[in-house]
């Protein structure tokens, strides 16, 4: 696969998809118009793959466009880059490393990539079936109720939001809890409510140098100490996930208490390694297993089924789409589902960590945009809070909803309520509400002409304000894990339209350097005066003497 595939802009189709945005924006016809004008729409525009469904027909998109689109992808040279990915070449120049989280949910022994992981997977087993059968105990012969996670970024977002999405699938006598802040109060409060002698921390770092978890690692084994734990018997109650041994080691944690992680696996994409080992001590094995090989589908699927039909792809173009032909700045994430509702914040991670990228692979800068803002909460909470913005706001805001047909509660009222919620809001944001009509209504409410007239433009909604539905089954663990791949592989087709590298994240490393300089000022025992005046009299301010 080449690594200098010229920019896009250069496309001789680059401007006639400009032309063909600010046509639709100006003379229309509008998403509501498209769908009425062609009853098959919904059906065309709409694929599903390892048992995601996927609606993308409310979108100002036209079947001109999207092949305009496809041709793109295909001139970006989506499909040698997939299989550049998929076969392990060094997709992250800047790092030399393959991204081969792919390898970590397949079901074949063939790589040795694969072979790592299963032979992972097998330790996990054993250590999780150990942990919940109630062999493996704390120092004291209890068993181990609580697992403390302690990790941050991709050591924490990925396995926090899995075990919450996968509340029905609980274990009852263990129980997770994720601490990732360097605010002591995330894991004091945490451990307050735990006991030393049945409570197993997990200390999740690639790096073994990540500065919270170092820090919270430290203050959590003191807590273990401190609440009658030996330190012939902290192995008990300590374990790690690294790719780094020696650290660990220097650590106190002897090598076998260590699941490895390696230098392929990013820490945004390693939620299917042994850092997501709280999910399988917090639900089970099978599980686990369950989460991977939905995932391994949706790898099969972007791996195989054409750019046109492919879940993933058509994704990644229709944010490609927005944020560079409509200057949209953000996309908005609106899980229908409560299990859901830490998705947003790993999707965060995911994307804007991966496509926060101001040059290409090749170095030189982008003369597109890079990935959009991502944000989000769960629905319907969203609806009392940001979504007026969605509505009368004078942004455009591509939202994905994702909506799930079969609850784990019993109480279908409120599940199909909650449904009808999602359903009408992408309604709500498609057909907006003219002047006209608002003024009509207020008419009919007895307001007379000039009272209607006046309030009407503050009733009005814009609308034509696309959205793709997303619809699970129900939220499985294999559904779940399908979910997240189709995010990760939209992630890495987004960036090969950008031209980008998905798998490096060099501007995280400023503030921690400067966050080391900081840090001695402010403990240090004399007053600030080293750097700018902001910064020293911050620093001052929150001094102790
Ligand atoms: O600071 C960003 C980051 O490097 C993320 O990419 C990563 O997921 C996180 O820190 C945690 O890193 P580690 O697992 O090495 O502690």
Known sequence: MSTSIAPLTQHPLWAALQAQALRLDEEGPSIAQLLRADPERAKRFSASAGGVFMDYSKHLLTEEILAQLLQLAEAAELPAAIDAMFTGEAVNNTEQRAALHVALRSPYANTPQERLAQDTLARMERFVAAVQS????????????????????????????????LGAFHHEQVRCHFVSNVDPLHLECTLAKLN??????????????????????????????????????????CVAVSANLAKAASFGIAPELVFPLWDWVGGRYSLWSAIGLPVALGTSMAHFRALLSGAHAMDEHFRHAPLERNLPTLLALL???????????SQVILPYAQPLHLFPAFLQQLDMESLGKQVRKDGAYLDTNSGAIVWGSAGTNGQHSFHQLLHQGTHLIPADFIAVAHSHSANREMHEQLLANCFAQSQALMNGKTPEQAEQELHKQGLSSAEAQALAPHKAIPGNRPSTTLVLDALTPSSLGALIALYEHKVFAHSVLLGINAFDQWGVELGKELSTNVYSAISAPEPCARFDASTNALINRVRHE
């Open 196 to 237: 030393p002698a049945t409570t197993l921390l997990v200390i999740a770092s690639k790096t073994f140098t990540t500065l919270e978890t170092m820090l919270n690692a430290k203050a959590a084994r003191q807590w273990l100490l401190q609440g009658g734990v030996s330190e012939d018997q902290l192995h008990r109650h």
């Open 319 to 329: 944010a490609f789409w927005y944020v560079d032909f409509w200057g949209a700045q």
């Open 134 to 165: 109630g062999e493996w105990t704390g120092h004291d012969g209890h068993r181990i109720r609580d697992v403390v996670n302690l990790g941050i970024g991709g050591s924490d977002l990925g396995p926090a939001m899995a075990y919450a999405a």
